[in-house]
């Protein structure tokens, strides 16, 4: 069973081997470094050891604005454990970390973790203005005691695989090479709680999703996908985006899904959805007969991509 600490500080480890990374989302290219990475380190009777930040970096320096992440600590630690890794460290990050040179990071890691080789990436580069880039990584290494492996980027369609082409991705709507670059469908999960009751009075109850509002959603309009509840998942019809036809103006979007065929009380329950199909765009509509034949529409689409 994979380990998960939340700071360095707490762990003493001997002879792990180790990689350094955001690993939001956990895609394919990540997926490819750390598959690799495990069946090694075990061959060679050692730890396969992941160290991540939270906060993000880049959200912490003032890089990112709004919601970015694709996935929270935990489900990314689910993911990691699932693929065998040995143990997960998400360290805090803060300004004091990203004012460290790279030697003194890389001899706190190996206080706590007395590792003995450090996978990166071709551009991986750590320390205060990311003066710990590859060359400098390996001089350390031989202060410290430790070897360098530079794993190549794995691409898709030309390009390399990354946590930005996903969000790019969502960005746009297209949910269908978000979920090839994830190699599985984007999903967001949350807490259903009470809305204004609309849909159910519509014809078609819909649960309302509040989730972490760090989290990127996909781009506002209605997605096929499905649902998941407990160890069950269901088809169901989401929609993302501000409810123009009802609401002059919101400042946050709203997630609300209708379960295809399912009468359960969902309220303070954590459901899980997936995007898989971009249905349409959100849109206003003249009058409430007009959105009911429309959501009518989307219902009857999903079944048929779903075939119930």
Same mark, same amino acid.
């Given at each position: 069973?994979?380990? *998960?600490?939340?700071?360095?500080?707490?762990?003493?480890?001997?002879?792990?081997?180790?990689?350094?990374?955001?690993?939001?989302?956990?895609?394919?290219? =990540?997926?490819?470094?750390?598959?690799?990475?495990?069946? $090694?380190?075990?061959?060679? #009777?050692?730890?396969?050891?992941?160290?991540?930040?939270?906060? *993000?970096?880049?959200?912490?320096?003032?890089?990112?604005?709004?919601?970015?992440?694709?996935?929270? @600590?935990?489900?990314?630690? $689910?993911?990691?454990?699932?693929?065998?890794?040995? &143990?997960?460290?998400?360290?805090?990050?803060?300004?004091?970390?990203?004012?460290?040179?790279? !030697?003194?990071?890389?001899? =706190?890691?190996?206080?706590?973790?007395?590792?003995?080789?450090?996978? +990166?990436?071709?551009?991986?580069?750590?320390?205060?203005?990311?003066?710990?880039?590859?060359?400098?990584?390996?001089?350390?290494?031989?202060?410290?005691?430790? #070897?360098?492996?530079?794993?190549?980027?794995? %691409?898709?369609?030309? $390009?390399?695989?990354?946590?930005? !082409?996903?969000?790019?991705?969502?960005?746009?709507?297209?949910?269908?090479?978000?979920? %090839?670059?994830?190699?599985?469908?984007? !999903?967001?999960?949350?807490?259903?709680? *009470?809305?204004?009751?609309? &849909?159910?009075?519509?014809?078609? @109850?819909?649960? %309302?999703? $509040?989730?972490?509002?760090?989290?990127?959603?996909?781009? @506002?309009?209605?997605?096929?996908? !499905?649902?998941?509840?407990?160890?069950?998942?269901?088809?169901?019809?989401? %929609?993302?985006?501000?409810?123009?036809?009802?609401?002059?103006?919101?400042?946050?979007?709203? +997630?609300?899904? *209708?379960?295809?065929?399912?009468?359960?009380?969902?309220?303070?329950?954590?459901?899980?959805?997936?995007?898989?199909?971009?249905?349409?765009?959100?849109?206003?509509?003249?009058?409430?007969?007009?959105?009911?034949?429309?959501?009518?529409?989307?219902?009857?689409?999903?079944?048929?991509?779903?075939?119930?």
């Amino acid at each position: 069973m994979m380990f *998960h600490y939340w700071s360095l500080d707490n762990l003493e480890l001997d002879g792990a081997w180790l990689t350094i990374g955001s690993f939001d989302g956990v895609h394919l290219g =990540h997926r490819a470094i750390l598959e690799q990475l495990i069946r $090694e380190a075990h061959a060679a #009777q050692a730890q396969a050891i992941v160290l991540t930040f939270h906060p *993000h970096p880049a959200a912490v320096l003032g890089k990112r604005d709004g919601p970015f992440y694709l996935s929270t @600590p935990e489900e990314k630690a $689910e993911m990691m454990a699932s693929l065998g890794l040995d &143990g997960l460290v998400s360290h805090p990050f803060n300004r004091q970390i990203a004012a460290q040179s790279a !030697r003194e990071f890389i001899q =706190h890691m190996q206080r706590h973790l007395g590792f003995r080789w450090l996978w +990166v990436g071709n551009d991986f580069a750590l320390g205060r203005q990311r003066e710990g880039d590859l060359p400098v990584l390996r001089l350390l290494g031989e202060e410290f005691g430790y #070897q360098v492996r530079v794993v190549e980027p794995v %691409n898709l369609e030309g $390009e390399v695989i990354s946590s930005s !082409r996903v969000r790019q991705a969502l960005a746009q709507g297209d949910v269908g090479m978000a979920a %090839n670059l994830l190699g599985r469908p984007y !999903r967001v999960a949350g807490e259903v709680v *009470h809305g204004d009751g609309r &849909g159910k009075n519509l014809g078609f @109850p819909t649960a %309302n999703l $509040e989730t972490w509002p760090k989290q990127i959603l996909p781009k @506002p309009g209605v997605y096929a996908g !499905r649902a998941r509840v407990g160890g069950v998942e269901v088809p169901a019809v989401t %929609n993302i985006g501000f409810r123009p036809t009802f609401e002059a103006q919101s400042l946050r979007a709203r +997630v609300e899904t *209708h379960l295809l065929d399912f009468d359960q009380d969902l309220y303070q329950r954590q459901i899980s959805l997936s995007f898989e199909v971009h249905l349409r765009d959100e849109q206003r509509f003249s009058d409430i007969q007009a959105l009911i034949d429309q959501v009518q529409q989307d219902i009857r689409q999903t079944r048929s991509i779903y075939l119930v």
